[in-house]
């Protein structure tokens, strides 16, 4: 077990148990085993059997064995091999930003010297490309750990097996004895299940035989034992059994040979389609184009119609819950509730959507809700909302995804594609999905080459991405075309972009001379054009050159009005930033203890944010300001713990370009004065905080105060270059 500090709550993103978890005792105990010894354990089976329950309770009991966290990637709803990484990434907390690097190197060196699991689930439908990340994640690391699920094996070096069994069933032949079947796990989940859709409902004597053998028709696969349950609301165990026989019986009419367990759980699902209402038949084939779970108000826009009044959907939608076809998603930071499915059963959904002759339509539909839903976040940023529609773009990024794949894969819907994916430019980049956003782009721009304005704003928003990934040569490329395109159209918006994005280039390539009068010709542009958006940006990067050019007082005038509009428009995430610029500069003027203010007040909103850009830059500055005030030590614990963070995102070590300069002066500095075993010391303790650590650190004044002294050394006459 590896020392160091170590966080009072589990680390990860492992859900909670909704229903309880029956048996697997033995099964549990043999996951447990090998992932002692096993560096990749893949969980197999057929559909329904549970693999998914069984590899989350495995990874509840080996918690404490992953010091760095347990961490669940699901990957049902994931259709393109080319984002698994970035999946991956997204479900760690890690901001890709470099574009010289891949996403695959990004996990790599994040995960070299962490001990954690990560738990892939759902990996059939993307064996080979989960066969090539998991191959080169585990020769990259020594600590982690993965557990997969999945309906075949991986295929990888090192991969150990551990098919899931149906769960044990009474043999028919054998007398009911009452004590054997309440231990019986298959008995014991019917009951169990049952019980929660019939409150009073028990195994007793008159129905011990019936719901053996429902069991044993349903060859002990969990998920139809417990669509089978639900049943118990609406009839007999007696008439559930007869049920069953009329849907199983047909499949091995003629032959002696037992039916396939797969068969089996179709002919379940068959069933539990049959005994749903019509209405509640098509709006169950109609969901099943959601990814990753939807919301009431997505169902009325995407389901409704055609036969279902829109007034219905939420009756509809109660039914199919109290079948279990949906299930309720938990969701804390949200007031509306969110269903989904279970793959087996949305992809049973899908079949029947496609035969219906509706697929195109309600595709259609749901690509032009999430088009909306993205619009609408589009007009929020610099906003009193922005926040919240971040929460909802965040949690509808699977959703996101399934529209545009439809976007770019059907003929004739390029254009809606470019659209959506431009005006996503920027989530792209306050998520840290930097990568995902290029390659969205990349393909419209592709498939939609002619000049208009939404080609233009994609042009636009490509090169951003791009300069923000230090790939200078291609962000160069696209502001060119970006500019022609909106001199063609006349898109005055995103010629001042570009204008922006050019003095950007100037900036990130120590040209700040160059870049000044670029982003002052951009900012009057953006102030005529009376976009906040742009203005915000303008006076980001002006504040930065002057902060270059060793210009504290323009930099403070800079950063105030830049704060003063975050603050007019009420925009929270966005202030984050104005803020930890506004303390740099005050730094940089040498008043520290201002400096210092700025940055703790902000650090609180911005982790409750969960912006880590944001706060990567607020702990790299106190680190500054530490060493400002001969806190050597703390500088280089708060120099560590920045380091840890930056590369949670990808960035370069000192992070990004405009900080290498102060960042490098402050580390020689703190390596001087502590010598280079205490340093290193020191430096290391900061690379094992968790993030809450880091920030109780970085809030705690008293820590070095009293152990420390030294020279007030004042700030450096020139700032990041």
């Given at each position: 077990m590896r020392t160091g500090v170590r966080s009072p709550r589990p680390v990860g993103n492992l859900p909670g148990?909704?229903?309880?978890?029956?048996?697997?005792?033995?099964?549990?105990a043999q996951a447990v085993r090998l992932l002692r010894r096993a560096r990749l354990l893949t969980l197999t089976g057929v559909a329904g059997v549970g693999k998914t329950r069984l590899a989350l309770r495995v990874a509840v009991r080996t918690r404490e064995a992953f010091p760095d966290g347990v961490w669940l990637v699901e990957l049902a709803a994931l259709t393109d091999e080319k984002l698994l990484a970035p999946t991956v990434a997204d479900a760690l907390g890690i901001h890709h930003q470099q574009g010289q690097r891949s996403t695959t190197q990004t996990l790599a060196d994040y995960l070299a010297d962490k001990r954690l699991l990560l738990v892939l689930d759902n990996c059939e439908h993307l064996l080979d490309p989960c066969a090539v990340l998991t191959s080169r994640l585990l020769r990259a690391t020594t600590g982690v750990r993965i557990l997969a699920t999945s309906r075949q094996a991986l295929g990888t070096?090192?991969?150990?097996?551990?098919?899931?069994?149906?769960?044990?069933?009474?043999?028919?032949?054998?007398?009911?004895?009452?004590?054997?079947?309440?231990?019986?796990?298959?008995?014991?989940?019917?009951?169990?299940?049952?019980?929660?859709?019939?409150?009073?409902?028990?195994?007793?004597?008159?129905?011990?035989?019936?719901?053996?053998?429902?069991?044993?028709?349903?060859?002990?696969?969990?998920?139809?034992?417990?669509?089978?349950?639900?049943?118990?609301?609406?009839?007999?165990?007696?008439?559930?059994?007869i049920g069953l026989d009329d849907y199983l019986g047909f499949l091995s009419t003629g032959s002696r040979v037992a039916v396939p367990r797969a068969q089996t759980l179709r002919a379940a699902i068959d069933w539990s389609f049959a005994l749903c209402s019509s209405l509640e038949q098509q709006l169950w084939a109609r969901a099943?184009?959601?990814?990753?779970?939807?919301?009431?108000?997505?169902?009325?826009?995407?389901?409704?119609?055609?036969?279902?009044?829109?007034e219905d959907v939420f009756d509809l939608v109660a039914g199919l819950v109290d079948k279990s076809v949906l299930t309720v998603v938990p969701d804390e930071t949200d007031v509306r509730a969110r269903y989904r499915m279970l793959e087996a059963i949305r992809q049973h959904g899908q079949e029947r959507l496609a035969s219906s002759g509706h697929l195109m339509v309600v595709r259609a539909r749901h690509r032009d809700h999430y088009r909306q839903l993205v619009m609408g976040?589009?007009?929020?940023?610099?906003?009193?909302?922005?926040?919240?529609?971040?929460?909802?773009?965040?949690?509808?990024?699977?959703?996101?995804?399934?529209?545009?794949?439809?976007?770019?894969?059907?003929?004739?819907?390029?254009?809606?594609?470019?659209?959506?994916?431009?005006?996503?430019?920027?989530?792209?980049?306050?998520?840290?999905?930097?990568?995902?956003?290029?390659?969205?782009?990349?393909?419209?721009?592709?498939?939609?080459?002619?000049?208009?304005?939404?080609?233009?704003?994609?042009?636009k928003a490509s090169s951003w991405l791009a300069l923000l990934q230090a790939d200078m040569a291609t962000a160069r490329s696209q502001l060119e075309q970006a500019q022609g395109v909106a001199h063609q159209v006349r898109d005055e918006p995103t010629l001042a972009y570009t204008t922006l994005g050019f003095g950007v280039v100037a900036f990130f390539e120590n040209d700040v001379h160059r870049a000044v009068p670029l982003l002052e010709d951009a900012l009057a542009r953006h102030q005529a054009l009376d976009d906040p958006d742009g203005v915000w940006l303008a006076l980001f990067y002006l504040t930065l050159t002057s902060v270059a050019l060793g210009n504290p007082g323009r930099a403070i005038a800079f950063s105030e009005e830049?704060?003063?509009?975050?603050?007019?428009?009420?925009?929270?995430?966005?202030?984050?930033?104005?803020?930890?610029?506004?303390?740099?500069?005050?730094?940089?003027?040498?008043?520290?203890?201002?400096?210092?203010?700025?940055?703790?007040?902000?650090?609180?909103?911005?982790?409750?944010?969960g912006d880590?850009?944001?706060?990567?830059?607020?702990?790299?500055?106190?680190?500054?300001?530490?060493?400002?005030?001969?806190?050597?030590?703390?500088?280089?614990?708060?120099?560590?713990?920045?380091?840890?963070t930056w590369r949670s995102m990808g960035a370069p070590p000192s992070g990004p370009r405009y900080l290498a300069s102060v960042h490098n002066r402050c580390e020689q500095q703190a390596l001087s004065a502590l010598g280079?075993?205490?340093?290193?010391?020191?430096?290391?303790?900061?690379?094992?905080?968790?993030?809450?650590?880091?920030?109780g650190y970085a809030l705690d004044q008293t820590s070095e105060l009293t152990t420390q002294s030294g020279p007030h050394r004042q700030p450096p006459t020139h700032g990041p270059a």
């Open positions: 148990e909704v229903t309880s978890f029956v048996g697997r005792r033995r099964e549990v070096a090192g991969e150990h097996l551990l098919e899931v069994p149906p769960l044990p069933v009474p043999d028919l032949g054998q007398p009911v004895i009452p004590r054997a079947l309440t231990r019986g796990e298959a008995v014991r989940l019917f009951a169990e299940r049952a019980a929660l859709a019939r409150p009073g409902f028990a195994v007793d004597a008159g129905n011990r035989a019936t719901v053996v053998r429902i069991c044993h028709r349903l060859d002990g696969i969990p998920l139809a034992i417990e669509l089978a349950a639900l049943r118990v609301r609406a009839m007999p165990v007696a008439e559930i059994l099943s184009v959601f990814a990753g779970g939807f919301d009431l108000d997505a169902a009325e826009v995407v389901c409704g119609g055609m036969g279902i009044a829109c976040a589009e007009r929020e940023w610099l906003g009193p909302n922005e926040l919240v529609w971040f929460a909802r773009l965040r949690r509808e990024h699977p959703n996101v995804r399934a529209a545009l794949e439809f976007c770019l894969t059907e003929p004739g819907q390029a254009r809606a594609g470019l659209e959506i994916t431009a005006a996503l430019w920027h989530y792209w980049i306050r998520s840290g999905s930097h990568t995902e956003g290029r390659y969205w782009l990349d393909r419209a721009l592709e498939l939609d080459p002619q000049p208009s304005p939404h080609r233009a704003m994609a042009l830049c704060l003063a509009l975050c603050d007019s428009r009420g925009a929270s995430s966005s202030r984050n930033y104005a803020l930890w610029e506004l303390g740099l500069a005050r730094w940089l003027s040498g008043d520290r203890q201002e400096a210092s203010t700025l940055i703790r007040d902000g650090i609180p909103a911005a982790l409750r944010i880590r850009w944001v706060v990567a830059h607020y702990l790299e500055t106190l680190a500054w300001i530490a060493g400002t005030d001969g806190q050597h030590t703390r500088a280089a614990r708060l120099l560590g713990a920045a380091h840890t280079d075993e205490r340093f290193a010391a020191a430096f290391q303790h900061g690379t094992r905080f968790t993030l809450d650590q880091a920030i």
